[in-house]
């Protein structure tokens, strides 16, 4: 079945610092992704659209500049958090798809950040 | 604000009893799927439902999509602790392919 690698599981940085996380599909090519956020207690919410070799696509609300999304081929895309703050603590999980909707989203296991 | 309503946001149910999960949209569907999550792990998928008057089943779990593509329901049949964690509703809204959650179900078996 369709696997997808997400890392790092846990990050703990300083403010002002930057994280890069990055999320592959192993063994399919996946044209576009996607990247959540999730709050406690909340569910996921969508920060940004990306398909291979163009611009990410963002959520409204979601900071271009400070959430950097690099999707440079079809089995990886990467999610930087830049200058990050205690608010941008959370938990960052990525989903590849195929296609549309017959082939499904397949997410990684997720990633904890932690800023302080 | 939330376009996927899920209720209940919680429930216990004992072990060996059935439960049920809704998900409901003022909108039409295009794809509706149901993942199962452990707090502060990935998701796993458990079934999606495109066409109106859809069922699928896996094991224990029935999935249900209704002919207006505007609501489902998960529904398990004789829990297990396994069975616990968080159920997600996600739906293809738009027809642009990005999937949109509910707030999700906190299901907890007890022994």
């Known amino acids: 079945g369709a696997v997808v690698s997400q890392h790092p599981s846990r990050v703990i940085c300083k403010s002002g610092t930057s994280v890069k996380i990055e999320c592959r599909s192993l063994?399919?090519?996946?044209?576009?992704m996607f990247w959540y956020r999730q709050f406690p207690k909340q569910s996921l919410m969508l920060m940004a659209t990306?398909?291979?070799?163009?611009?990410?696509?963002?959520e409204q609300g979601v900071e271009k500049d400070k959430f950097l999304i690099n999707h440079a081929s079809l089995t990886l895309s990467t999610l930087t958090v830049t200058s990050a703050h205690p608010e941008d603590s959370s938990f960052y999980i990525c989903?590849?798809?195929?296609?549309?909707?017959?082939?499904?989203?397949?997410f990684g296991s997720g990633t904890r950040l932690t800023v302080v | 604000s939330q376009e996927l309503e899920q209720s209940p946001q919680s429930l216990i149910v004992q072990e060996g009893k059935n439960l049920t999960i809704n998900c409901t949209s003022s909108?039409?569907?295009?794809?509706l799927y149901w993942y199962k999550q452990k707090y502060g792990e990935g998701l796993i998928f458990l079934m999606m439902?495109?066409?109106?008057?859809e069922e699928k089943s896996h094991e224990k779990i029935t999935a249900k999509l209704d002919e207006k593509k505007q609501q489902s329901s998960l529904h398990i049949t004789a829990s297990q602790p396994s069975h616990a964690g968080i159920y997600l509703c996600?739906?293809?809204?738009?027809?642009?392919?990005?999937?949109?959650f509910g707030a999700g179900t906190t299901v907890t078996v007890r022994a």
């Open positions: 989903s590849a798809s195929r296609r549309g909707p017959s082939y499904g989203y397949t």
């Open positions: 063994d399919f090519q996946a044209t576009t």
């Open positions: 990306s398909n291979e070799g163009s611009k990410a696509t963002y």
């Open positions: 909108k039409t569907l295009y794809g």
């Open positions: 439902l495109q066409k109106g008057g």
């Open positions: 996600g739906a293809d809204r738009g027809g642009d392919y990005k999937l949109s």
